[in-house]
């Protein structure tokens, strides 16, 4: 089946995407949705360069503006695509926007990590080595030093202590804190320059190439 991805180039997207794969879809590109600042629905730190974590799964992205995202997947919805792949994982505002932008189509919308436990999510991306860095952080018990942190074994265990101190999504989902892939087995993009931004109690590192 063929399938378009909404690809971020965080951790969810790209452990959706890879897992659509393993269940036989093809994936003839991925989609960035490109947010003018800080959006509800799509990551705003680093989705210009989505490219690069998208090379790791062997595919291109085509960027496009959020305020143009209905109509882009209602058109490719209605032109031959099979599925949309999201790496929603339990917000409902952003599974049901996407749901309705091909409502009126066959496509269907996959989404495996819907309701998957947060921990065992984690422990997936560990598992298939998936290398994930923190580049925006906005709670409790997460500070500046947590910006380019990967998320390994030691690094779980961080956040499920954060987790029980203070309550947060052990997967950000939340927004507590948001990624970007620049790893997967024996491949890495190499040479990412990083610049950290912090404002009171949050922030965020911009990644160029």
């Known amino acids: 089946m063929k399938a378009v991805a909404l690809f971020s180039g965080g951790k969810d997207s790209f452990l959706s995407a890879m897992m659509a794969v393993e269940q036989g879809y093809e994936i003839i590109y991925g989609v960035t949705v490109v947010p003018e600042e800080y959006s509800m629905m799509f990551h705003y ?17 085509k960027y496009i503006n959020e305020k143009d995202y209905r109509s882009y997947l209602g058109e490719i919805c209605r032109n031959g695509i099979d599925a949309i792949i999201t790496g929603a994982i339990a917000s409902d505002y952003q ?78 989902e939340g927004g507590e804190y948001e990624t970007f892939v620049y790893g997967l087995g024996n491949m890495e993009i190499h040479g990412l320059k990083k610049e950290k931004i912090w404002k009171n109690s949050g922030g965020y590192m911009i990644l160029s190439t």
């Not at 730190?45 to 992205?61: D, M, T, V, W």
């Not at 422990?123 to 580049?135: C, E, P, S, W, Y």
Request: hydrophobic share 35%; net charge negative.
């Open 95 to 172: 599974k049901t926007r996407i749901e309705r932008a091909c409502y009126d189509t066959d496509t269907i919308i996959y989404s495996p990590l819907w309701r998957k436990n947060q921990e065992c999510i984690i422990d997936q991306l560990i598992l298939r080595d998936i290398r994930a860095m923190i580049v925006s952080v906005s709670a409790e018990g997460l500070g500046e030093g947590d910006l380019g942190a990967t998320i390994d074994r030691d690094y779980f265990q961080h956040l499920k202590y954060i987790n029980g101190k203070y309550g947060i999504n052990i997967a950000g």
């Open 45 to 61: 730190p680093n989705s210009r360069i989505s490219e690069y974590a998208a090379s790791l799964l062997g595919f291109s992205i």
